[in-house]
């Protein structure tokens, strides 16, 4: 049974600094192209970051290239956001999502344009206030 468990939200003033951590059991993260996705209040969900299987591609949201970052730790199974520079305005509900293999160009990843199982985390409320 494939399971997505997101930590590391929370309240976080503007210009601080956050780190997501979505930890998978029943899978090998090493094998799912992973991704972040955030839902603000009254908004759709949107793409925010990916880190494709394939040759460890990275891919962001306009909105925060430079400020968040992804990455992985096949050790601890672990995929993270490293955010920075948070604005009031990625105040949202954060989910991460596995897809296995790789999806090869960004647009298939942040919008999820994928054929097959989307394994989705419950989310963490990350607020951005001071």
């Known amino acids: 049974q494939v399971q997505l468990v997101e930590f590391g939200g929370g309240l976080v003033q503007p210009g601080g600094s956050l780190r997501l951590s979505c930890a998978a059991s029943g899978i090998g993260v090493n094998h799912y192209t992973i991704g972040w996705f955030r839902q603000a209040p009254g908004k759709e969900r949107e793409g925010v970051s990916c880190?494709?299987?394939?040759?460890?591609?990275?891919y962001y949201a306009e909105s925060v290239k430079g400020r968040f970052a992804i990455s992985r730790d096949n050790a601890n199974n672990t995929v993270y956001l490293e955010m920075n520079s948070l604005k009031p305005e990625n105040t949202a509900v954060y989910y991460c999502?596995?897809?296995?293999?790789?999806?090869?160009?960004?647009?298939?990843?942040?919008?999820?344009?994928?054929?097959?199982?989307?394994?989705w985390g419950k989310g963490t409320l990350i607020t951005v206030s001071s």
């Open positions: 999502a596995a897809v296995h293999g790789a999806l090869s160009v960004q647009y298939r990843c942040l919008q999820l344009q994928v054929v097959g199982t989307i394994n």
């Open positions: 880190l494709d299987i394939e040759y460890d591609k990275t």
